[in-house]
């Protein structure tokens, strides 16, 4: 990127005129546009220009015409080495990093009674009997019951003591379980716990990131409201549960539509990190492709990217890195012998690459027993009942892959 305060005005002409011949005279004018331009965005705008322009594509076309596209062609070149002189060999969106912090799994799902609660217990209890230390959070704020899978009855505090600051921090409510994880429950027998507003939910964002743990792990409500959706993208690894039941499928890709749609509507809003890049012309657009009817011009996200290529190329490379960024993982869980496994996790990842130009990852499968809801009832994790089960083999596959992503 390009910093204009630091430039002396015989460079920032130059800069103009080479963003003229590249891109246009609008562009030119525009110091935003300047000022974020990427590696990425100058080779895109110099391939395109070249073809138009390059002689030896229109051999055919008469002499005068031919010796003007060379003359312009030499000037796009030269537009090309100047604008590349200003900016660094790479490039990426902002990005905050600190090594020791716990990386955060949320398991989702825009359907009830799929077992994402007992999902997330075993996971809990699984990576803490590896000698991780590993906190368990249940974001289920309307149907808080992730306590009970491993093995806690009652719970001194909760989260809703740390957002209506009967504790001070987070850390505070945290309950050692006694399967090895430590808790931090819910209560929603509270009135309105599901709604908490924008304000309480930054405030909860923040402080479950600054948990020290190896893993935390996030147990998420049935649906798409957004602080559902919030809690999942505020994930390093987002895991969505489906069975192979048609409505749970269908409503695994709604969530991942949703979040999707969420994170780009989200891209410059106080709580993000580009909140100081805030494009309101790109805002916009992006405001009609993820909240427009079903009767939007925008169809596919390939069609977004056309648009911003032509209206806003300086955003180009970093809405492609938000794309390549929101990558969550599909977990098919209570597989019967009637399961075509296969089939539901292709029907899921072409829509979603069709459509979102999205890479679902196939995370795995777990199979369905009886010995599952036996151990949900006596409140103890399959892992601990059933230590050399399949579940637990299931497990210890699903861990691996994590640990390795």
């Known amino acids: 990127m390009i910093s204009i305060s630091t430039l002396q005005a015989s460079e920032l002409q130059k800069i103009r005129v080479?963003?003229?011949?590249?891109?246009?005279?609008?562009?030119?004018?525009?110091?935003?546009?300047?000022?974020?331009?990427n590696l990425s965005t100058i080779k895109r705008a110099f391939r395109t220009k070249a073809k138009r322009y390059h002689p030896d594509r229109h051999q055919d076309a008469e002499p005068f015409e031919i010796e003007k596209r060379k003359e312009r062609f030499v000037r796009i070149e030269e537009a090309y080495r100047v604008l590349r002189s200003y900016v660094p060999e790479t490039d990426s969106i902002p990005s905050v990093t600190n090594e020791k912090r716990a990386r955060i799994i949320a398991v989702g799902g825009a359907k009830g009674g799929i077992g994402k609660s007992i999902f997330s217990a075993n996971l809990a209890a699984y990576l803490s009997g590896l000698g991780k230390k590993t906190v368990a959070v249940d974001l289920d704020l309307g149907g808080?019951?992730?306590?009970?899978?491993?093995?806690?009855?009652?719970?001194?505090?909760n989260i809703n003591d740390f957002l209506n600051k009967r504790v001070s921090t987070i850390e505070d409510t945290l309950v050692t379980s006694k399967y090895g994880p430590s808790l931090i429950g819910g209560d929603s027998s509270q009135l309105g716990a599901s709604n908490i507003g924008f304000s309480r939910k930054l405030k909860l964002v923040r402080a479950i990131k600054e948990i020290n743990a190896d893993y935390i792990i996030l147990d998420l409500?049935?649906?798409?409201?957004?602080?559902?959706?919030d809690f999942f993208l505020m994930a390093d690894l987002g895991i969505i549960l489906t069975t192979c039941d048609p409505a749970s499928y269908i409503e695994a890709y709604n969530f991942i539509k949703v979040a999707f749609f969420r994170k780009l509507s989200r891209l410059?809003?106080?709580?993000?990190?580009?909140?100081?890049?805030?494009?309101?012309?790109?805002?916009?657009?992006?405001?009609?492709?993820?909240?427009?009817?079903?009767?939007?011009?925008?169809?596919?996200?390939?069609e977004l990217m056309e648009e911003v290529w032509e209206k806003h190329p300086q955003h180009i490379n970093l809405l492609q890195e938000i794309i390549k960024r929101f990558s969550p993982s599909l977990l098919v869980n209570r597989v019967t012998s009637q399961c075509n496994v296969s089939q539901v996790v292709k029907r899921l990842q072409d829509v979603s690459r069709k459509m979102l130009s999205i890479n679902?990852?196939?995370?795995?499968?777990?199979?369905?027993?009886?010995?599952?809801e036996a151990s949900a009832r006596n409140l103890v994790p399959m892992i601990t009942s059933y230590p050399d089960s399949m579940f637990t083999r299931s497990m210890k596959d699903l861990v691996d892959r994590l640990i390795m992503n």
């Open 268 to 302: 410059f809003g106080p709580e993000s990190e580009l909140r100081n890049k805030r494009d309101i012309q790109l805002e916009r657009l992006l405001e009609e492709f993820t909240h427009s009817p079903i009767s939007s011009r925008f169809k596919m996200i390939d």
């Open 18 to 37: 080479a963003s003229a011949y590249l891109f246009s005279l609008d562009h030119a004018r525009d110091d935003s546009f300047i000022e974020n331009l």
């Open 360 to 372: 679902l990852r196939y995370l795995g499968s777990i199979q369905q027993q009886v010995e599952i």
């Open 144 to 157: 808080a019951n992730l306590h009970l899978y491993l093995g806690e009855t009652f719970l001194k505090w």
């Open 221 to 229: 409500g049935g649906d798409t409201s957004y602080n559902v959706i």
